[in-house]
């Protein structure tokens, strides 16, 4: 599985407004990669921590593959699986590399480089999400043994610009197989719905 | 303002399925008392940590006056403000206490007491939400000074029946107005929407 160009409508998104791509809440797909080897897995806790620098919390399991990517490189990223890859975000959240090497290979899963950084310790992105966030963990030993979290600071940010353009999110006027997802349990999610303005 | 009575549909969660209340990611609203002061504020950043016992996230400024009261109590409460609340749920996150005392009455915040638990130090719940966890702080000195960053244990849970029961989120077959929020940036929300089941 070798990384492919960027999708179309990949656009870089400001980092004083990469808060906002994660501030709704919705279910994310960690990857990252060490040593030539990928992995992507499903994470509901994530979480915006910071505005500047923008900062993220993510709950990354000591049973699972990433996390040992993650902290062999120092690098992961979170990006927004859509609608189409409900079933995808579940088996990614089911199989492990541990016992199912093929994992990514099995699913399908279609990767691309991150543009403009160095790509033997960048995650790779995964196609077909609304938006990504590159993140460098912030070191906090006693945070993820004890709880299994991690500080993330973002460093780069992109979006769909077909639903998420000029730092806002367009989720009523793009297609609806661009709404982001929020997961509960089970194989349940919620779409993103109707816009509230107040 | 005195706490009433539990409204109706006010009906408990077992702990073990606690965590499903706050897995798709909604907006909160984050209640305190200490010394005979109420208050209740808003927050995005807000996330489940662990499911047994269940634990959550919540990013508390320190500019608030409900962080205050959480300190001094080590008690919090997080309940989902609902549609029909989203006007409040910014004016909550817009005013403070600490220039607008009287910021629960101004707005109409009808509040009424946790059930069931020691009424002077346990948060005042906020009436017409989805759902409420009762959370003790489990003190991190170094995450809430660093980053603004709390973890609770929940200690109680409770839902309206007519949207969560049995364990599960019934969005799609309750009234719209039950929906829950997740929220963007400046007065933008999107409604929990509709049903995605792999």
Redesign the interface.
């Known amino acids: 599985m070798l990384p492919t160009a960027s999708p179309p409508h990949f656009t870089p998104v400001p980092l004083d407004k990469a ?2 791509l994660l ?5 994310v797909l960690v990857s990252a990669t060490h040593a030539g080897q990928h992995n992507v897995m499903a994470a ?7 505005f500047a620098p923008p ?1 993220v ?1 993510v ?1 990354l399991d000591k049973a699972t593959r990433t996390r040992e990517l993650v902290e062999a490189s120092g690098l992961f990223a979170l990006q927004l699986p859509t ?1 189409p890859l ?2 995808l ?2 088996a990614l959240g089911t199989d492990t590399a541990k016992t199912t090497p093929d994992k990514l290979q099995r699913h399908g899963v279609l990767l691309f480089d991150a543009p403009g950084q160095p790509a033997p310790t960048t995650p790779p992105l995964v196609q077909g999400c609304a938006a990504w966030l590159l993140c460098r963990v912030v070191p ?1 030993p ?2 993820q043994q004890a ?1 299994d ?1 991690f ?1 993330g600071e973002v460093v780069a940010a992109w979006a769909d610009d077909r639903v998420f353009r000029n730092g ?2 367009e ?1 009523d006027t793009a297609p609806d197989d661009l ?1 982001t ?5 089970g ?12």
């Open positions: 808060y906002r501030n709704h809440g919705p279910v509901s806790w994530a979480c915006a921590l910071d900062k919390t709950v609608v409900a079933a975000t579940v906090e006693h945070n709880y979290l500080i806002h999110w989720f709404r997802l929020h997961y509960v349990a194989g349940q999610f919620y779409a993103t719905g109707a816009s509230v303005r107040v």
